[in-house]
């Protein structure tokens, strides 16, 4: 069976970190390419981060440059949690430089799609900057994509805003410019990240499993201390878990929109499970995961990371 071709849109960032290994060491997927967005830290620290990783991987992808900020909101990243390189906790190795791309990230993008000979999976866990450049200047694009698969929104509540989730909230015009695409999408949000934890008994299990093992447990013990007793949320790889394992998930077909609008709900995933906008569904969402399944299924695709 051939591998499924994917591109990653990320922002390391220590939870992206995990979700980059375990689809760079899965024998299902195929990393075409890696492209930065700002969003956990400024844009060449998330760049910085991604070759880093690669060079601590051993995994030679190449890496493409993206926005440096929201198509019009104001960037407000996630040091606060992230730490001020956006992967606190860890002695990573010099990046791996040669692999970056001179060409930026939507440009790569379209390469990569078009020359592709089996329709790509582009698989944002990041804000959707690059995303929504892309579909605006090259929509040809879209008839060689198979479908998007994205951390991002929330049927419920809110981690950025009341109402909103980081990535979508960091650019609403870039998300809802994608949910408008076209473009078949699966949203694994926040709802199913907060179910998907790794427990304390498993970070000490994970610790043992080999040098990517240890490198997520100290990224553990930095992010978000506080929660390392009562459960760390694996948002990103909720995406990339999703690629290998679906059935984990409950998932609704339904209309999603995003409110640019509202005075204090801007950057909110109008998930519309009733059907009260009479709107045809435009994404399938992860209302619910086998939280249980997610763990050992973590567990035993970051041993595979050898």
């Not at 390419?33 to 030679?60: C, H, P, Q, R, W």
């Not at 440096?68 to 996630?78: H, K, T």
């Not at 447990?217 to 007793?229: C, E, I, M, T, V």
Request: some cysteine.
């Amino acid at each position: 069976m051939s591998k499924r071709p994917i591109i990653i849109d990320t922002d390391p960032g220590i939870d992206d970190a995990l979700a980059i290994a375990i689809a760079l060491f899965s024998e299902e997927l195929d990393v075409k390419l890696i492209t930065t967005v700002a969003g956990n830290v400024s844009l060449d620290l998330v760049t910085e981060n991604a070759l880093k990783l690669l060079k601590f991987y051993e995994k030679d992808v190449p890496v493409a440059k993206g926005c440096a900020q929201p198509l019009l909101a104001e960037f407000v990243d996630a040091s606060d949690i992230h730490g001020k390189s956006g992967m606190e906790g860890y002695d990573f190795p010099e990046p791996k430089t040669e692999l970056l791309l001179q060409e930026h990230a939507v440009n790569a993008m379209r390469r990569v799609i078009m020359e592709s000979d089996e329709p790509i999976t582009i698989v944002p866990i990041a804000a959707m900057t690059n995303i929504a450049l892309l579909f605006a200047l090259y929509p040809e694009v879209k008839s060689n994509i198979r479908e998007i698969v994205m951390m991002g929104g929330s049927v419920t509540r809110g981690n950025k805003g009341v109402m909103s989730e980081f990535n979508v909230a960091t650019d609403p015009e870039a998300a809802a410019m994608v949910f408008n695409s076209g473009v078949p999408i699966v949203m694994a949000g926040l709802d199913v990240g907060w179910k998907a934890l790794v427990m304390p008994q498993d970070s000490e299990e994970i610790k043992k499993m080999g040098k990517v093992g240890d490198m997520a447990y100290h990224l553990f013990k930095h992010y978000r201390g506080g929660s390392f007793n009562t459960g760390l949320k694996m948002y990103d790889s909720c995406a990339i878990a999703y690629l290998l394992c679906p059935e984990l998930y409950t998932v609704e077909e339904t209309y999603v929109g995003v409110e640019l609008n509202g005075t204090m709900t801007t950057g909110c995933t109008v998930v519309d499970l009733k059907g009260y906008l009479k709107k045809k569904p435009n994404a399938k969402v992860c209302t619910d995961i086998d939280g249980e399944k997610f763990r050992e299924w973590f567990k035993q695709s970051i041993s595979r990371c050898i």
